[in-house]
């Protein structure tokens, strides 16, 4: 399997198998980010699920996949270190603020860092076409931030400490995205790249919140984990989507793609939560999703 995803990188099939998975961590990264922020505190919930995935990822590190080599070692040492940075930033944004407000302020500027740090890094451009693309993607996700912020009355004391926490996140996310392309182009196994990582990141949260974690009361326990096991689940699947994507395809469009998580989040809420979605909300998602598209298929 790993052979075959490294032996279609940079063709046609690479793309176009490159754009289902983006698409499909967009989806499961607008759930993960629901998961985060719900019944328990948001430091818990992600002590939880780093828990979970980690003990799910070491049998698959130890005694399926190859083991990293000295550079691939260093680069997961980095790779854990941002993704440390980026948790505590998203934990500050959650831990602040409205979800429907803060995550489309996440998500509407990492895309816009994303590009320019692939820019850097791997020399990708985008043309005209693309850039105009990427305004309209970028744009309509901090409209709807805009527009959930007028409607938001709980907790708008913290709302604008939780917006400058919330570019952080963005910023971060932007970084992990293009390290993380790096790292795994290191890897002759890019599932060696995915496993190793999500072991080593396992522990940081659960150590730095293990106070939270002891006064949790008992009864707590189970839905915490049963959350922390779905949520383990999510992020293999959305993580490891966007990674292959990068791997296989230009790293800035993979980024672009998997922002449109604001409009899967906007069309959960409507479907299967009752939300109402509204006239100005439904334009906006189209215009998110018109970006997207723009960028897709315009290069």
Request: hydrophobic share 60%; net charge positive.
């Amino acid at each position: 399997m790993g052979e075959w995803i490294t032996s279609i990188a940079g063709t046609e099939q690479g793309a176009t198998l490159a754009s289902v998975l983006a698409l499909s961590a967009a989806f499961l990264h607008a759930v993960f980010g629901a998961l985060q922020k719900g019944r328990h505190d948001p430091w818990i919930s992600r002590a939880a699920i780093d828990i979970c995935y980690g003990l799910m990822a070491l049998p698959i590190a130890l005694f399926v996949v190859p083991w990293p080599d000295g550079p691939l070692w260093l680069a997961l040492a980095g790779a854990v270190v941002i993704h440390i940075v980026y948790k505590v930033a998203q934990a500050q944004t959650y831990q602040r603020g409205a979800y429907i407000v803060v995550y489309p302020v996440v998500r509407g500027s990492a895309p816009f860092f994303a590009v320019l740090a692939a820019m850097l890094v791997f020399h990708e451009r985008f043309n005209a076409v693309q850039w105009l693309g990427l305004a309209a993607l970028t744009g309509g996700i901090f409209a709807l931030a805009a527009h959930n912020y007028r409607k938001v009355t709980v907790g708008r004391e913290t709302l604008v400490p939780a917006l400058g926490w919330a570019l952080v996140t963005g910023a971060t996310v932007a970084l992990y995205t293009t390290y993380d392309a790096w790292g795994i182009r290191l890897a002759q196994n890019p599932f060696t790249f995915l496993a190793w990582f999500f072991l080593m990141d396992a522990f940081f949260m659960p150590i730095w919140n293990m106070r939270r974690l002891a006064a949790l009361p008992r009864s707590e326990l189970v839905p915490l984990m049963g959350r922390g096991v779905i949520g383990a689940l999510v992020a293999f699947a959305s993580f490891g989507s966007i990674m292959i994507a990068t791997r296989i395809d230009e790293v800035g469009r993979a980024a672009v793609l998997r922002e449109t998580s604001t409009v899967f989040a906007a069309l959960v809420g409507w479907l299967i939560l009752g939300e109402k979605v509204g006239a100005r909300r439904a334009v906006l998602m189209a215009v998110i999703a018109a970006g997207a598209m723009i960028v897709e298929f315009a290069a």
